[in-house]
């Protein structure tokens, strides 16, 4: 279930009507904290957008940020495989833990922004690229590229690359806004096909990031 109106998913409530909530970051699956709602917090969660849980102590629902502001925006919400425990993936506006940490899980002290890059989204990319080289459908783009074999993709990667580099060395001479954003364009144009050119021999990206991971450890 996505925030976009859908309804809400029916997850079995204790004795107590009470389920818990993991909340995870969507943008690089961080876990942020832990907490309990009730069918009344749920309703609320997806008719407004910003997650709400029961507060037990309280006795009430109670909309995450309604004091400090920093609300929790939601993505999606999804029941487990018992459909007693509830993934509730967010967009955070700040610190989750009220100690100021971005994480409930954080030692106190830890920086409230963790400098995530968002590279999780990747695996949607990808997923799209793997879904695109599984049904070819006539009017994509990946699909034609996958058509033209590893020459293709290959050499869109080899031009990409330039790109990046010649938007590299005008950021270089002088910096600005555009600058900036022409690089970022270029570097996404190349990490795109460079996907495609692995989805074209079959190689999973997680060969990938297992050989950085090996490198990372000597």
Same mark, same amino acid.
Request: glycine content about 8%.
């Given at each position: 279930?996505?925030?976009?109106?859908?309804?809400?998913?029916?997850?079995?409530?204790?004795?107590?009507?009470?389920?818990?909530?993991?909340?995870?970051?969507?943008?690089?699956?961080?876990?942020?904290?832990?907490?309990?709602?009730?069918?009344?917090?749920?309703?609320?969660?997806?008719?407004?957008?910003?997650?709400?849980?029961?507060?037990?102590?309280?006795?009430?629902?109670?909309?995450?940020?309604?004091?400090?502001?920093?609300?929790?925006?939601?993505?999606?919400?999804?029941?487990?495989?018992?459909?007693?425990?509830?993934?509730?993936?967010?967009?955070?506006?700040?610190?989750?833990?009220?100690?100021?940490?971005?994480?409930?899980?954080?030692?106190?002290?830890?920086?409230?922004?963790?400098?995530?890059?968002?590279?999780?989204?990747?695996?949607?990319?990808?997923?799209?690229?793997?879904?695109?080289?599984?049904?070819?459908?006539?009017?994509?783009?990946? /699909? $034609?590229?996958?058509?033209? @074999?590893?020459?293709? %993709?290959? =050499?869109?990667?080899?031009?990409?690359? #330039?790109?990046? *580099? !010649?938007? /590299? $060395?005008?950021?270089?001479? @002088?910096?600005?806004? %555009?600058? =900036?954003?022409?690089?970022?364009?270029? #570097?996404?144009? *190349? !990490?795109?096909?460079?996907?495609?050119?692995?989805?074209?021999?079959?190689?999973?990206?997680?060969?990938?990031?297992?050989?950085?991971?090996?490198?990372?450890?000597?």
């Amino acid at each position: 279930m996505s925030a976009t109106g859908a309804p809400a998913p029916q997850p079995r409530y204790g004795p107590d009507g009470l389920v818990p909530a993991v909340v995870q970051d969507a943008t690089d699956g961080r876990v942020l904290m832990l907490a309990w709602m009730d069918e009344e917090a749920l309703e609320a969660t997806v008719a407004t957008g910003e997650v709400h849980f029961h507060s037990r102590s309280r006795r009430r629902l109670w909309r995450k940020g309604e004091t400090s502001g920093n609300v929790l925006r939601l993505v999606d919400v999804a029941v487990d495989c018992d459909a007693d425990a509830l993934l509730v993936r967010v967009d955070p506006t700040g610190p989750t833990c009220h100690r100021g940490t971005r994480s409930c899980f954080d030692p106190e002290g830890s920086p409230a922004e963790a400098g995530s890059q968002g590279f999780a989204w990747l695996e949607e990319l990808w997923s799209t690229i793997a879904d695109r080289a599984a049904t070819r459908p006539e009017d994509s783009y990946t /699909a $034609k590229l996958l058509e033209g @074999g590893v020459d293709a %993709a290959g =050499r869109k990667v080899t031009e990409e690359a #330039t790109e990046v *580099l !010649l938007a /590299a $060395k005008n950021d270089a001479a @002088g910096p600005t806004k %555009a600058t =900036r954003s022409a690089l970022a364009g270029e #570097t996404a144009d *190349l !990490l795109y096909h460079a996907l495609v050119l692995l989805a074209e021999r079959e190689v999973p990206p997680a060969s990938v990031i297992a050989e950085l991971r090996r490198r990372h450890s000597e």
